[in-house]
């Protein structure tokens, strides 16, 4: 097929549509009976993965078939992280607001890099930006980057502090580099999460380099164990621990960290929106003193799928770091998105975040945080009911369980993950095997939970009688 064919082909797709009608009732499938599918694909659904491996084909595909194998084999080897029993990993689920919001984006195709090639994009940015710093009760001028996810938000915080640090001793990093640069000290809690580890690595931060503080038996930093803080010090805090859910002692850390004239960021990939929530808002007490933050909207918020935020106190500190130019690059006077993240080419993330909040308002995210915060406690409450020993305190969305000896921990998980009834992950606490269950979407009910505990207590009954 000459390039010829090739583009009168596509202009027929976009003009009959029927290739896109193909497409919505699938989409509609799925919505449908995501609530009833295999919460994880079941072996011979996985074995239909076999069907799209081949060569590269040598000539062109027929479009109508190939949206129909993404169907057909695709849609059965999903997780159903959309539905109401999928606890693994922090997964969030999807608005229907946002998710249609995420479909007109998708059709828009826009780049975020700058005003000029995408207004509303830009517009929804600088929009956003003030909401979220106002939903969780940050400083009025708080900048705002909206990337892939918290990993990179915590990336960018942490090269926004690394540099503003190394400007306060003379040292331009931009122009400089890293070689021969005055060191810039890392504080960090035992518990910090891996993507925090990533990012310091890639920043040029060995772990050898870094001040590692012990935290207690729920995960926190011991303020009482601190090292003695300084104006060339990164001191990271957690709101929100992946496996128990525990923040941080954030309000007496920053008191300090703040005498001392340390840069302050906080990772609250899932946790920083309780602050947002009257119930849970004490959890993160004093999180406003901080100097740069990180959440994910795909989290807790239940914003579609890749949707990370840095926050940042200093929007010089941020520009700086993120900072990139060309003859051929057309800054404006109002917001250019690619000044703000690492990225130039990038998604329009601001338009489903847009529609999740414009949806929600204050009062509704107050509601759905405390919505997964209720479901959380029922489940533990219904867990504990049947014998299964919780391990940590339920202070937010985190659910630590386990059974009395380790093996049958291990069992039963292993069990549990092979159901297609629901899905939890696995973890180690206090050097023991355990089972953690985040509970991050908006459909989950108690029906769905009482489901999923008569599961643990079925298996649990077989394990025992074994």
């Known amino acids: 097929m000459s390039f010829e064919q090739f583009h009168r082909e596509m202009k027929d797709q976009l003009k009959n549509r029927e290739l896109f009608e193909d497409a919505k009732r699938y989409a509609y499938e799925y919505m449908d009976g995501v609530n009833d599918m295999a ?13 799209l491996t081949e060569p590269l084909p040598e000539g062109p595909g027929a479009p109508k078939d190939i949206i129909k194998a993404l169907h057909d084999i695709g849609s059965k080897n999903t997780s159903a992280e959309t539905g109401g029993r999928y606890f693994g990993f922090v997964n969030g689920g999807v608005t229907p607001v946002a998710l249609a919001a995420r479909w007109l984006a998708d059709v828009w195709d826009q780049n975020s890099a700058l005003y000029v090639i995408s207004p509303i994009v830009a517009t929804l940015e600088e929009i956003c930006e003030k909401w ?68 310091l690595s890639l920043l040029g931060f060995g772990r050898e380099n870094c001040e590692v503080v012990q935290t207690d038996d729920r995960g926190r930093i011991k303020a009482s164990a601190l090292p003695a803080l300084d104006g060339n010090t990164i001191l990271i805090l957690q709101a929100g621990n992946v496996n128990g859910g525990a923040f941080d002692p954030i309000d007496e850390i920053c008191e300090t960290a703040n005498r001392a004239g340390s840069w302050i960021h906080v990772d609250g990939a899932f946790g920083l929106w309780a602050a947002a929530c009257e119930r849970t808002k004490h959890l993160t007490r004093g999180i406003e003193k901080a100097d740069s933050w990180s959440a994910d909207a795909h989290k807790t918020l239940n914003s579609p799928y890749d949707c ?48 999740t909040l414009k949806y929600f308002g204050r009062s509704g995210v107050d509601d759905l945080v405390g919505h997964l915060c209720h479901m959380t406690e029922y489940f533990a409450g219904e867990l504990s009911k049947n014998g299964f020993i919780i391990e940590n305190e339920i202070v937010f969305n985190q659910i630590i369980v386990r059974c009395d000896e380790p093996s049958r921990t291990t069992e039963l998980l292993r069990y549990i993950q092979s159901s297609g009834i629901c899905w939890c992950g696995g973890a180690k606490w206090n050097e023991q095997p355990v089972i953690r269950i985040s509970v991050c979407s908006w459909q989950t009910t108690a029906e769905d939970i009482d489901e999923c505990v ?12 074994s």
């Open 132 to 199: 979220v710093a106002s939903l969780l009760g940050l400083p009025e001028n708080t900048a705002a980057g909206f990337v892939s996810g918290s990993s990179t938000a915590i990336l960018c915080g942490l090269a926004a502090a690394r540099n503003d640090i190394l400007s306060r001793q003379g040292w331009d990093a931009a122009k400089k580099g890293l070689f021969g640069a005055p060191r810039v000290r890392v504080v960090i809690g035992k518990q910090a999460h891996l993507s925090v580890w990533k990012a």
């Open 39 to 51: 919460v994880v694909p079941s072996p011979d659904s996985l074995s239909l993965l076999n069907e």
């Open 454 to 465: 008569k599961l643990f207590v079925e298996k649990k009954r077989e394990i025992y009688s």
């Open 308 to 355: 990370g935020i840095v926050l940042c106190r200093d929007r010089k500190a941020l520009l700086n770091a993120m900072q990139a130019s060309g003859s051929y690059v057309q800054f404006s006077e109002k917001r250019d998105g690619m000044q703000y993240t690492p990225e130039m080419s990038r998604r329009a993330r601001s338009v489903e975040l847009w529609a």
